[in-house]
């Protein structure tokens, strides 16, 4: 069986590596400050007649709509800061959205926008590597600093059927899909990605098998996951403490079970995790190379000196 999900790299946002001048701070060069050596009157004219209009905030408002729709963020502004330019003479907004997490938006053509969750787990990934680091312009409207959140209704869209716990950015799938894990309480998790506007939705039993980790689930959550699954199959009584997938064809998937104080079983479940048909590790040997979770019976012991064969 090939499995499908991408190798996950850490997301790399180019905004981040931005340095900006503050609004506030901006200055031309023959503003006052620059030159010490003119006179107080010089230097009022100069204030008056150097520095550049002051935008509103309905004017920053607009501007900083109209930047997200060229970025097609989909988002309804309902607060816009100009928080100043780069070396390249673009301009950086940030913006809070009506529904969903807000942006970091650079006025280039077209304009990059950067949502405020993959800034945030930006930041804290490479202050986790270095107190030190510098990390760029970060989200500061007030509406825009709860960021788990936003992550929580990710979850929620996904259909992610459990009770969320912890939810964070793993990173950027090589078809470019921000990826997301959830972490769940009692039961195993999910990474989940939106391609297209579309949520899909991996269990982390399928991203073990994959090679990928998942932080926030356990081998007992795991265990538990499977052992809902077999309820009411002929293998419902296995107390389940570990569990694996082995793969998929054209019959079903299938999954070991590693039963406490009995032999394993194999079982062969549908896309809708009903069991098939459930084939005990004893003579499933033949089935995906076997069980590996449950030990192998033991030889049988050589027949005695003259014994028959």
């Known amino acids: ?34 030159n010490a050596t003119r006179g107080s009157g010089n230097a009022r004219m100069g204030r008056s007649r150097d520095r550049a209009p002051q935008m509103t905030p309905e004017q920053i408002t607009a501007a900083a709509q109209e930047q997200a729709t060229l970025a097609q963020t989909g988002c309804q502004v309902s607060e816009a800061k100009l928080l100043g330019t780069t070396a390249e003479k673009t301009s950086i907004y940030e913006v809070a959205c ?15 926008a950067t949502d ?12 986790a590597a270095n107190p030190e680091a510098a990390v760029g312009p970060q989200c500061t ?3 825009n600093q709860d960021t788990q ?32 894990e959830v972490g769940c309480s009692g039961d195993q998790g999910y990474w989940i990605k939106k391609i297209n506007n579309a ?18 689930t356990t081998t007992g959550e795991i265990a538990a996951s499977v052992k809902t699954w077999l309820a009411g199959s002929p293998a419902a009584s296995c107390n389940v ?29 549908n896309d809708q995790n009903a069991v098939q048909q459930i084939y005990p590790c004893a003579t499933a040997q033949q089935i995906g190379g076997g069980c590996k979770l449950t030990p192998a019976p033991a030889a049988a012991p050589a027949p005695a000196s003259g014994g028959r064969l």
């Open 1 to 34: 069986m090939k499995l499908s999900i991408a190798a996950v790299t850490l997301a790399v946002l180019a905004i981040g590596a931005a340095t900006v001048v503050p609004a506030a701070a901006q200055t031309r060069p023959d503003d006052p400050r620059e």
């Open 98 to 112: 009506a529904a969903g997490p807000g942006y970091l938006i650079e006025t280039k053509t077209p304009p990059l």
């Open 116 to 127: 405020c969750v993959l800034l945030a787990h930006t930041a804290t990934t490479a202050r």
């Open 141 to 143: 409207i007030p509406a």
């Open 149 to 180: 959140k936003f992550l929580r209704e990710y979850a929620q869209q996904a259909g992610v059927p459990c009770t969320v716990d912890q939810v964070a950015v793993v990173g950027k799938s090589n078809d470019d899909a921000v990826v997301y």
């Open 199 to 216: 949520w899909t939705k991996t269990a982390c039993i399928q991203v073990l098998a994959e090679s990928g980790t998942c932080r926030f």
């Open 241 to 269: 403490t570990e569990a694996r997938l082995m793969g998929r064809n054209a019959n079903g998937v299938f999954y070991e079970a590693k039963c406490d104080g009995a032999d394993g079983v194999i079982a062969r479940l």
